[in-house]
């Protein structure tokens, strides 16, 4: 009896979930590593956050979605770190570390949220890479509302009520489409001493367009239909501080200002998993500036075929960092592995399939670049609809996606408004258990460790 070939993967996202699900019949035996017990279909995270959508919608249990795959076994783990010699990875969970030997390996650990080297903007602006950041973000926003009913002072109203989204790609165009809605049709008859259709919300990027990577057309048409329904566009507009109670921006004329706002969300720029420096300090393949490892045109890395980079982890031909390079990555690497288990020499270069890209704007609005077609309102968002759908993992997901969907979009109601002080706390509480969890757990929740305290110090917080 021959042992059947190991293969790790790290990631249970679109890189790691594809590539475990496209090797269901080869003769390897899997062991998927992820952070989290879910799969994260990221692209509806801001419905999450804005109380479209619940979690569980969006976030597939790993487990059950390779259930019936018998070579593959899933374990709850970060992974702290890769021996490219030993051919090892070490994860671990809570106390528990556990070496897990691989014959080949797919890295697909995607990519966090980059402030740019102001990683202290993280506790004032969440970012929305998690569920942990959507229902974080849910708390601030539905909570501003819920404070503003009951402040007395003009000021603080002023800046309760003003909500900023940092960054005008897809996902800041559809968070500050999305809070612009909630407050002008889900909560216009909610409140009776304040008028929440009155809210502002303010779109802004250092950069002079609205989705850039969309094309001047479709970046023109968005920010047309954001201001139609009240978001304010601040484009050339440079973050230069963060804090509890405002932003403070840089004009291209080099003036700064204060914008006051309790709620701020950040969504602009990514950086690589920090696996990808494991891999470069041991293999000497390059990084680029957002931490992307320049794999090889077969997505493996200099000297080990065995090792194959997937997704937003990626620096290859100018890719863009969205689910279908995952997707299609991983079928790529599972293709390669199979094709070494069989025997076969070297493995193709990988050739990405462009297969367009969407952002929705408010209900019956989107934008969406599909090859040379250009789609702007109701038929984008059609398009959207049918393609989010037909991705989203598992049939009962797809079920209760589209009811609330229903809901949302034909009334004015959101299904899932709930939020509990945990969940707009939950980061600075996690961030004070000091060394307790790994640097990478940390840098998942978008702030640096601090330094071990004492449990008298915690309590003291
Ligand atoms: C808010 C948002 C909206 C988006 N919208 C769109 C869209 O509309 N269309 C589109 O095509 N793309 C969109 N994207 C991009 C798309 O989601 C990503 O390109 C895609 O998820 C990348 O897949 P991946 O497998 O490389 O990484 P991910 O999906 O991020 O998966 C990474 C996995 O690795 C795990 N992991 C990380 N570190 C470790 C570790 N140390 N140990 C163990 N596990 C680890 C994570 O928990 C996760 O499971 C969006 C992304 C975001 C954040």
């Not at 070494?340 to 193709?348: I, K, L, T, W, Y």
């Amino acid at each position: 009896m021959t042992t059947p070939h190991r293969v790790a993967i790290i990631g249970s996202g679109f890189g790691g979930l594809f590539s475990a699900q496209s090797l269901r019949t080869a003769d390897v035996e899997i062991t998927l590593i992820g952070r989290t017990t879910h799969h994260l279909f990221q692209p509806l995270l801001y419905q999450v956050a804005t109380g479209i959508l619940s979690p569980g919608s969006i976030a597939p249990s790993t487990r059950e979605v390779l259930a019936s795959q018998k070579n593959a076994r899933v374990v709850l783990g970060d992974v702290t770190h890769i021996d490219l010699a030993d051919r090892t990875v070490t994860h671990r969970l809570l106390d528990h570390e556990t070496v897990t030997p691989y014959d080949s390996l797919i890295v697909a650990a995607g990519a966090g949220q980059s402030y740019f080297g102001n990683d202290h903007f993280a506790e004032y602006a969440p970012g929305m890479k998690s569920i942990d950041d959507a229902l974080e973000l849910r708390g601030r926003i539905f909570g501003a509302f819920e404070l503003a009913e009951v402040t007395t002072d003009p000021d603080e109203l002023a800046s309760i009520m003003t909500f900023v989204v940092v960054g005008a790609g897809p996902t800041g165009v559809e968070m500050a489409g999305q809070i612009a809605e909630l407050s002008r049709r889900t909560l216009r008859r909610d409140f009776r001493h304040i008028d929440p259709t009155s809210a502002r919300v303010i779109l802004l990027d250092a950069a002079p367009k609205v989705l850039p990577t969309f094309g001047d057309r479709l970046g023109v048409n968005a920010r047309r239909e954001l201001e139609r329904i009240g978001v304010e566009v601040h484009l050339d507009t440079m973050v230069t501080d963060v804090d509890s109670t405002g932003i403070e921006v840089r004009d291209p004329d080099g003036t700064t200002r204060r914008i006051n706002s309790l709620c701020k969300v950040w969504a602009a720029g990514v950086q690589a998993s920090p696996l990808g420096r494991q891999l470069a300090e041991q293999s000497g393949v390059e990084l680029d500036r957002a931490g992307r490892v320049r794999v090889n045109p077969d997505l493996t890395i200099p000297d080990h075929p065995e090792v194959h980079v997937l997704g937003d982890m990626i620096a290859l031909n100018d890719y863009p960092g969205v689910a279908q390079l995952a997707i299609q990555t991983a079928r790529h690497a599972a293709k390669a592995i199979e094709a070494r288990v069989a025997g076969a020499p070297a493995s193709e270069p990988f050739h990405y399939r462009d297969k367009g890209s969407m952002a929705t704007i408010t209900r019956f609005k989107a934008v969406a670049s599909i090859g040379r077609v250009r789609l702007t309102g109701f038929v984008a968002w059609l398009a959207w609809l049918v393609v989010h759908l037909i991705y989203i993992i598992g049939f009962k997901h797809r079920v209760t996606t589209l009811l609330h969907w229903l809901v949302s979009f034909i009334g004015r109601g959101r299904a899932e408004r709930a939020v509990t002080l945990q969940q707009i706390f939950a980061r600075n509480a996690l961030s004070q258990l000091g060394d307790r969890f790994s640097p990478s757990v940390h840098a998942a929740l978008g702030r640096p460790p601090r330094p071990a305290e004492t449990p008298e110090e915690i309590d003291a917080d």
